[in-house]
Structures are given as structure tokens and as C-alpha cells.
T-cell receptor
Framework: GAGVSQSPSNKVTEKGKDVELRCDPI?????LYWYRQRLGQGLEFLIY????????KSGLPSDRFSAERTGESVSTLTIQRTQQEDSAVYLCASSLMVLAGPRGTQYFGPGTRLTVL | KQEVTQIPAALSVPEGENLVLNCSFT??????LQWFRQDPGKGLTSLLL?????REQTSGRLNASLDKSSGRSTLYIAASQPGDSATYLCAVRLQGAQKLVFGQGTRLTINP
């Protein structure tokens, strides 16, 4: 079946502009995660959605970052007034209910490479 | 705060060798540990997931071990091949948490 998809694959923007990144999770996956990977660094958790529960926003680096998810479908990550330090690969992942066993495995999309000039 | 460290940062070996990648974590109260590979320009591919109650998992030429009490995991790759060249990431999920905490990865190069 189809994996996690993300769009666009690449985005170049000017400092100060807003950008919107999209993630389509695997069908039936109730959990969705956003991570960021800056050059030469490890992945950083940004935000987590689980069904209709309140999202865990503890990883968002500033109030310029926000994300939405409608039900168990598409999610969008929005970065307002982009800064050069926002340049990174933004990765989305999804999983089934976060219980023990393979169902807890997170499946990652190919990422969106964001470059802020 | 959970910290995950991977050593070495980079490793280059001849084809056919067996090798071990190391991962350590500071908080032993983990729910599970996962190994991924990341190819340039691509997303992450899950290789093995070890639950906190397990000691090891095997898939083909890959074997991952977990010693929760010492905060360590190893990924053993047998009979390495050039196609194994990638960055290998270790990630832990803490009990009661949903997010993964990642190490910075080991960049592996297998030379033909």
C-alpha cells in the first residue's frame, strides 16, 4: 500500500514569507508526527497528533510554527515569517495506535526540504 | 531529559566485514528503541524495533540488541554490502511519551 507522502518535496522561500507543508499519512494510521532535521543534526520532534485528542505541541520551537490535522487524515505544518534558521528537512511520520509491538512503529515520509534565503 | 548518542559518527569498512554500530541513552525508562536507515534525500526506513521487555531483534543480516539497564543498544550488520551504505539512526521512545528521541546517526560507507 501507499506510504506516507509529503509535499512539496522541495521549497525555497524568502525570509519573512509564510510556508505550508503537507503530510498524507498511511490510511488508517491514527497517530501523526512532525520532526525537523537541520543540516548535520539529529531529528527533533515538533508535534504529535493522536485521533481527536489535543495535540502534543511541546516540540514546536516558536509561535511562528503551527500545525493542523483534520480527523485522521492530512496534516499541514505552517511556518510564519520564516527565518534562515528554519531551513531544514521536515519529516512526517504516522503509526497505528501507540501500543506495544509493530503497531507502534513510526513510518516516515520522504520529507520536505525547506530552504529560507 | 533523554539524550541519545551514537558512536562512531562515521564508519568506513570493506565489503564483507561484520560491523557493530552503537547507541546509548541516558534515561533507561524507555518504551521501545528503534533503528532506522536514512538514504541521502530520502526519508527514514525502519529496520528493527525492540520493545523494552526484549533483549534483541533480528531481521536478515541485521541484529539489534538492547540492554536497558546500561542504556545501550547495538546494531550488528553481518557480511556488509555496498548497498548497506547509509546513515543509521537510533531512536528511543520514553514510557508515557509518544515522540521519538533520535541520536545524530552513524554514517556508514561500505567500500567494494
Amino acid at each position: 500500500g501507499a506510504g506516507v507522502s509529503q509535499s512539496p518535496s522541495n521549497k525555497v522561500t524568502e525570509k519573512g514569507k509564510d510556508v505550508e507543508l503537507r503530510c498524507d499519512p498511511i490510511s488508517g494510521h491514527t497517530a501523526l508526527y512532525w520532526y525537523r532535521q537541520r543540516l548535520g543534526q539529529g531529528l527533533e520532534f515538533l508535534i504529535y497528533f493522536q485521533g481527536n485528542s489535543a495535540p502534543d505541541k511541546s516540540g514546536l520551537p516558536s509561535d511562528r510554527f503551527s500545525a493542523e490535522r483534520t480527523g485522521e487524515s492530512v496534516s499541514t505544518l505552517t511556518i510564519q515569517r520564516t527565518q534562515q534558521e528554519d531551513s531544514a528537512v521536515y519529516l512526517c511520520a504516522s503509526s497505528l495506535m501507540v501500543l506495544a509491538g509493530p503497531r507502534g512503529t513510526q513510518y516516515f515520509g520522504p520529507g520536505t526540504r525547506l530552504t529560507v534565503l | 531529559k533523554q539524550e541519545v548518542t551514537q558512536i562512531p559518527a562515521a564508519l568506513s569498512v570493506p565489503e564483507g566485514e561484520n560491523l557493530v554500530l552503537n547507541c546509548s541513552f541516558t534515561d533507561s525508562a524507555i518504551y521501545n528503541l528503534q533503528w532506522f536507515r536514512q538514504d541521502p534525500g530520502k526519508g527514514l526506513t525502519s529496520l528493527l524495533l525492540i520493545q523494552s521487555s526484549q533483549r534483541e531483534q533480528t531481521s536478515g543480516r541485521l541484529n539489534a540488541s538492547l540492554d536497558k539497564s546500561s542504556g545501550r543498544s547495538t546494531l550488528y550488520i553481518a557480511a556488509s554490502q555496498p548497498g548497506d551504505s547509509a546513515t543509521y539512526l537510533c531512536a528511543v521512545r520514553l514510557q508515557g511519551a509518544q515522540k521519538l528521541v533520535f541520536g545524530q546517526g552513524t554514517r556508514l560507507t561500505i567500500n567494494p
